[in-house]
Nanobody, 131 residues
Framework: QVQLVESGGALVPPGGSLRLSCAVSGFNLDAYAIGWYRQAPGKEREGVSCISSGDGSTSYGSTYYAESVKGRFTILRNSAKNTVYLTMNNLKPEDTAVYYC???????????????????WGQGTLVNVSS
């Protein structure tokens, strides 16, 4: 069964840091691009970051970051742990949202997926940046 499970969301003050985790199961993480999205209250969902799959022979993948998070967020894949991380530094109140990891086809705009796109979403984890 293909599954994505996010964790790590919390209440954090402005300027703080968090690391979100996306644990995957049911597919080869190295063969698929993984994206992080977020949806703030009353706003549309937006793509935050993604990491491309390997080329079939390596696990290295290129990355994408939305302009609003560039320089503050870092995406990382740990194939041994079947987990993708999103490290978020210098958090701002406008980063408050439910964060999802996913493998939808619109990832192709930013990231290459050797194995295609599975159209699977996690349940989300809440990040609340507030003093």
């Amino acid at each position: 069964q293909v599954q994505l499970v996010e964790s790590g969301g919390a209440l954090v003050p402005p300027g703080g840091s968090l690391r979100l985790s996306c644990a995957v199961s049911g597919f080869n993480l190295d063969a698929y691009a993984i994206g992080w999205y977020r949806q703030a209250p009353g706003k549309e969902r937006e793509g935050v970051s993604c990491i491309s799959s390997g080329d079939g022979s390596t696990s290295y993948g290129s990355t994408y970051y939305a302009e609003s998070v560039k320089g503050r967020f870092t995406i990382l894949r740990n194939s041994a742990k079947n987990t993708v991380y999103l490290t978020m530094n210098n958090l701002k109140p406008e980063d408050t949202a439910v964060y999802y990891c996913a493998t939808p086809s619109d990832l192709s705009t930013w990231c290459h997926s050797y194995g295609g796109y599975l159209e699977v979403w996690g349940q989300g984890t809440l990040v609340n940046v507030s003093s």
